[in-house]
């Protein structure tokens, strides 16, 4: 078991770390013990990418995002599971990922069809590929109030402007409604104006 698994040192708020060689169960074994903080563990190949979640800020951002997106959802009676930030990837993938929101639509399903990234800093490890690994759909991107939407295609992922998931659903009164100061006020508006 390697040395750094055994430091008791954690994150402070918003830092992350990145580790190469790291085996899966050293993976597994971290998981564990950082069961109940706020830590999320990001792995690819052998690179571990360990985080704490960042500011309230960055939070509320994300489950602003959710409400809208379940909103809007529900407005147009499309079935939805929320997967929240599940961890998806197994070992035979060699990849693993805790996305900041998730979706399966229409039916309860192994892999989510949409994941929601909140980014609030640059990681190191290429997402899109553990993504593309795993299988799932879409991959939205969301910035400092702008989406980018990433679609699965046999050779990657590919930066389109609609999602195709959702293809009624305009993406940019999804990203003004997100930087909207009252999560309250964001969602109420947000579904007057669909």
């Avoid at 079935?79 to 035979?92: A, C, L, P």
């Avoid at 910035?143 to 609609?162: C, K, N």
Wanted: glycine share 6%; with cysteine; net charge negative.
């Amino acid at each position: 078991m390697a040395d750094w698994l055994a430091c008791d040192r954690f994150l402070p708020s918003s830092d992350a770390v990145r580790f190469q060689d790291v085996s899966w169960a050293e993976l597994e074994a971290l998981d564990k013990k950082l069961a109940g903080t706020r830590a999320r563990i990001t792995y690819l190949d052998g690179a571990l990418e360990l985080t704490t979640l960042v500011a309230a800020e960055a939070e509320e951002q994300r489950k602003t995002l959710d409400l809208l997106v379940q909103a809007y959802l529900r407005r147009e009676q499309i079935r939805f599971y929320g997967n929240g930030s599940t961890t998806i990837g197994v070992k035979e993938l060699g990849a693993r990922k805790e996305p900041d929101e998730s979706y399966c639509l229409g039916q309860r399903k192994p892999i989510p069809d949409l994941a929601i990234e909140v980014t609030v800093g640059s990681g190191g490890i290429e997402v899109l590929e553990i993504y593309r690994r795993i299988g799932v759909q879409e991959v939205w991107f969301w910035e400092d109030g702008v989406i980018e939407v990433h679609a699965l295609r046999s050779t990657g992922y590919e930066l389109i402007s609609q999602s195709e998931l959702l293809p009624d659903l305009e993406i940019r009164s999804l990203e003004y409604h997100s930087r909207m100061a009252d999560q309250y006020d964001a969602v109420n508006a947000f579904l007057a104006s669909l």
